[in-house]
């Protein structure tokens, strides 16, 4: 059974910090990996998928890499601003799965400090 | 975001009462899915949808039934509400060819 872990679970950092989140799975057979980010009473926000062949991707100041054989990924956020605030979890898409569902991590909650 | 939209917002009802939440999107994706979402135990997937009229169960379906009469619409119904389905109630749409998942903004639902 595919299981999503994400640590820490809470994490504090000064503006301008440069940060990286972990998420680590147990099973290397997915589709694809997807970081969403996840303000207080907020829906979710896609930020980057990566899909399996792929090593990495970026939006902006964000950068997702994925390393399928070690089932691990990191999302790397250069110079931190308070709006980065918010919790930011990962999610697979196993390929043994109808319908495409998700597995999700717990999430990491960051807090950026001015 | 696939312009994806969630109605009620909030609610609250009783013990044994009937709920349906509706999840509307504009995109005319394929897949829907209604996650809920509960300290300690994240996102769960209750059901989703391949198609109008084509369903199936997730991790989480016990009490719970969705229809899917048109594309854009995919309904979630608690038959007899309990107050162990007082969560947080996500829908989601599936789109393009890299399979990204959309999310709606969410209804947090309290049952008493």
């Known amino acids: 059974k595919q299981e999503v872990t994400q640590i820490p679970a809470a994490l504090s950092v000064p503006e301008g910090e440069n940060l990286v989140l972990n998420c680590s799975f147990t099973?290397?057979?997915?589709?694809?990996l997807q970081w969403f980010r996840q303000d207080p009473g907020k829906g979710l926000t896609s930020l980057l998928l990566?899909?399996?062949?792929?090593r990495e991707q970026t939006s902006g100041r964000l950068n997702a890499s994925l390393d399928k054989s070690s089932g691990r990924s990191t999302l790397y956020i250069a110079a931190s601003q308070p709006g980065d605030s918010a919790t930011y979890l990962c999610?697979?898409?196993?390929?043994?799965?109808?319908?495409?569902?998700?597995?999700f991590g717990q999430g990491t909650e960051l807090s950026v400090k001015p | 975001d696939a312009g994806i939209t969630q109605s009620p917002r909030h609610k609250v009802t009783e013990t044994g009462t009937p709920v349906t939440l509706r999840c509307h999107q504009t995109?005319?994706?394929?897949?829907m899915y209604w996650y809920r979402q509960d300290p300690g135990h994240g996102l769960r997937l209750i059901h989703y949808?391949?198609?109008?009229?084509?369903?199936d169960k997730g991790e989480v379906s016990d009490g719970y039934s969705v229809s899917r009469s048109k594309t854009e619409d995919f309904l979630l119904t608690l038959e007899s509400a309990t107050s162990s389905q007082t969560s947080v109630y996500f829908c989601?749409?599936?789109?393009?060819?890299?399979?990204?998942?959309?999310f709606g903004p969410g209804t947090r639902l309290t049952v008493t």
């Open positions: 990566i899909q399996s062949s792929q």
């Open positions: 995109e005319n994706h394929r897949y």
């Open positions: 949808s391949y198609g109008v009229k084509d369903t």
């Open positions: 999610a697979v898409r196993p390929v043994d799965n109808q319908g495409g569902k998700l597995i």
């Open positions: 099973d290397s057979a997915i589709y694809n």
């Open positions: 989601a749409a599936q789109g393009g060819h890299s399979y990204e998942q959309y």
